[in-house]
């Protein structure tokens, strides 16, 4: 129980500095960069020493996260049987983790 508790809080610690990146891109208002650059976002599976990262377009995280109920993660992090793929590309997958309602969602 307690990896999964680890693996929750490395999840949700590795999205919140996502969002940051996200603030420093052309992801929000203000910022100053090109919404459509590829930004690196760090991959938010619950692997507690993960330190992958996977290429993105601000404008994409951006919609992921305010959609809630998905984590993006690098391709061969989703091994584990309890996670539902909601979008797979060649550079991330974004998935459903166990410990929220299942969903899937189009960009």
Not at 70 to 86: C, K, M, Q, Y
Request: proline letters at 5%.
């Amino acid at each position: 129980m307690a990896a999964s508790y680890d693996g929750t809080r490395a999840r949700i610690g590795r999205r919140r500095r996502n969002e940051a990146r996200l603030s420093q891109s052309g992801g929000t208002p203000g910022s100053t960069l090109d919404p459509h650059e590829l930004v690196t976002f760090t991959c938010e599976c619950g692997r507690v020493r993960c330190t992958d990262s996977v290429e993105m377009v601000a404008s994409d995280f951006a919609t992921i996260a305010h959609a809630g109920g998905f984590a993006l993660v690098a391709p061969n992090h989703a091994a584990n049987s309890e996670t539902i793929i909601a979008r797979s590309t060649g550079g991330y997958l974004l998935i459903s983790p166990s410990s929220v309602a299942p969903g899937r969602m189009e960009l």
